[in-house]
């Protein structure tokens, strides 16, 4: 069973995080605008894990890719097209995308490689994947007691270091990649919102930006 199916009954409880911690959220979301480009609109963009458009709806994305039903009916709520499937096997033709979001995601998914290689597969040339992750080196608990961690939405959550991220990107073939963090105090502590800083190490959330190669290595 997919960890994602938790989800359908956990939808409530995931959604009010964002209210509750709205700081550590907008937070979160100034650092991947930080790798956004600016003609976004004019872009054809996805977001695979899309939850309940927490993310997509307010940064731009127009369409998400959701597995867990009762999610996707309130990401449509925010006015985001959802279709629903997993991220291993992606209904898309190969490079049709500018650009895929994948926020916090990964530590739900049954396989991140081949979810990143699939993404890798439906970016057109050049393309950007944006992937926010919750540093598995950073965590130390503080960021999973907001998320209750037993029997909560972060239950089933196997996390991933950026080096491990890291590493795929660039085995998978991604090049130029860049990286953001924030979230450097626990989300209830956090009385403003963070300005981002470059690289790793010092936050729990963190943002990774790569592309596709416009040609083929061993092209």
Known sequence: MG?????????????????????????????????????LEKLKALEIGAGTGRFASVLGVGLGLEPARAMAMLAKQRRLEVVLGVAELLPFKKEKFDLVLIVTALAFFENPNQALRETLRILKPGGQILAGILDRDRLQGRYLESGNKKGGFFSKAHFLSTAEVSSDLEKLGFERLEIYQTLFKPPGEIKEIEIPEKGHGKGSFVVLSARKPVQEHGD
């Not at 009954?9 to 907008?26: G, N, P, Q, S, T």
């Open 3 to 39: 960890s994602w199916k938790s989800f359908d009954r956990l939808v409530k409880e995931y959604d009010a995080w964002y209210e509750r911690y709205k700081l550590a959220y907008e937070s979160e979301l100034l650092s991947l605008r930080a790798f956004l480009p600016e003609n």
